[in-house]
């Protein structure tokens, strides 16, 4: 078919094409941004890691680059994952003429679970933060909640760091919610 995509680049123009969801089209335009700006930060990280172990031989090192790469697969899995499931599914439900209604609310609501999944991934770096940490030599203090969403920072500020990934997590397992649900 000529409209088709060929893969995961390809499927960002044709669901941005497809779709008639101003709300899913801007979700397009944010999770490319997003994308693009998690790869560069995934792989700044890794170069920083391979500068830190150059002289180091496998073991340890080599887990803690292969798990800085799973990390950011893990982030940008959930990312692209609405464009790509609103391309498969109008890709595989068009008709001959080229027609075709995906089920209703489709992609509004993967819109709305992926932009959940990026507020969660936010909110679980948030959660995450140690109380106390060293940045360039200097012990730093993460600041105290205040103003509006004071309680929404103590309450995150209160998850134990080993339980902070359960937050982004839960946002993508609502996005595949919403794929099985409305499909």
Do not use: K
Not at 2 to 7: E, K, S, V
Not at 98 to 110: I, S, T
Not at 166 to 180: C, D
């Amino acid at each position: 078919m000529a409209d088709d995509y060929g893969g995961i680049l390809g499927a960002f123009p044709y669901a941005f094409r497809r779709s008639d969801s101003l709300l899913f089209r801007s979700y397009v335009l944010v999770a490319g941004l997003t994308t693009l700006l998690l790869a560069l930060a995934c792989v700044l990280a890794i170069v920083v890691v391979f500068g830190q172990t150059a002289g180091a031989r496998g073991g340890n090192f080599t887990l803690s680059r292969s798990f800085i790469a799973l990390l950011g697969l893990l982030a940008v899995l959930p990312v692209v994952g609405p464009v790509l499931l609103a391309a498969r599914t109008r890709r595989r439900g068009l008709a001959d003429d080229g027609a075709f209604e995906p089920p209703r609310n489709y992609e509004p609501l993967l819109a709305v679970a992926g932009y959940l999944f990026l507020l969660a991934l936010y909110l679980g770096l948030v959660a995450s933060m140690p109380e106390t940490f060293t940045l360039d030599g200097e012990t730093i203090t993460r600041p105290a909640p205040s103003g509006p969403f004071a309680p929404v920072l103590a309450a995150l500020y209160a998850v134990p760091p080993i339980a902070s990934p359960l937050i982004p997590a839960a946002a993508a397992a609502a996005i595949l919610a919403v794929h099985r649900w409305r499909r």
